[in-house]
């Protein structure tokens, strides 16, 4: 029982680097989520999926892309690493639609841009 | 500012006693959950409280609603040096598309 699996722990990145966080779930969960979560700020939606094939925009996507191929998977691809990417970011994932039974969230990938 | 912003922001107590920390929110809600979060992890689901339900209880966690104050409150009793923790409020909004977090309480407890 994995829950939600997300590689890796620790990325430093250059500016301008591109590079793709995993996020794996062994739930069968339809709901799939990503957020970053930055001091003071609590945690802020980038972008979700509500089934394989079907993603949308959180509140602050810019500068991030997902797709979801499989109900399983749900990559977060940064393209051109910023400054001001730097964060910590979890990948959620819920039974029901938008986390509203409760998420199951990952151990976080803390992402340092340089 | 946030849907969801808990009070205080930090909270230190010792060992026995109760922590008690609120949460307050701006629309009509479906439900409210409360996660914690160790240093360096995850947030882990703790309790949800639907919007008809006014006091919910899990072991030593008690959670109130109160709609018409748009708030909620958490409280840990006999509280245990592995409480310490960031202690987050999620709102699921009744006209939204997420749950919306809370900037969190730190609560230390000293052994």
């Known amino acids: 029982n994995a829950g939600v699996t997300q590689t890796p722990k620790f990325q430093v990145l250059k500016t301008g680097q591109s590079m793709t966080l995993q996020c794996a779930q062994d739930m069968n969960h339809e709901y799939m989520s990503w957020y970053r979560q930055d001091p003071g700020m609590g945690l802020r939606l980038i972008h979700y999926s509500v089934g394989a094939g079907i993603t949308d925009q959180g509140e602050v996507p810019n500068g991030y892309n997902v797709s979801r191929s499989t109900t399983e998977d749900f990559p977060l691809r940064l393209l051109s690493a910023a400054p001001s990417q730097t964060s910590v970011y979890f990948c959620?994932?819920?039974?029901?639609?938008?986390?509203?039974?409760?998420?199951?969230f990952g151990s976080g990938t803390r992402l340092t841009v340089v | 500012s946030q849907q969801g912003e808990e009070d205080p922001q930090a909270l230190s107590i010792q060992e026995g006693e109760n922590a008690t920390m609120n949460c307050s929110y701006k629309?009509?809600?479906?439900?409210l959950q409360w996660y914690r979060q160790n240093s360096g992890r995850g947030l882990v689901h703790l309790i949800l409280i639907r919007s008809n339900e006014r006091e919910k209880h899990s072991g030593r966690l008690r959670v109130t609603l109160d709609t018409s104050k748009k708030s909620s409150s958490l409280l840990i009793t006999a509280s245990r040096a592995a409480d310490t923790a960031s202690y987050f409020c999620?709102?699921?909004?009744?006209?939204?598309?997420?749950?919306?977090f809370g900037g969190g309480t730190r609560v230390l407890v000293k052994p």
């Open positions: 629309t009509s809600i479906n439900n």
């Open positions: 959620a994932s819920s039974y029901g639609q938008k986390g509203r039974d409760g998420y199951t």
């Open positions: 999620a709102t699921d909004e009744a006209a939204g598309n997420k749950l919306t």
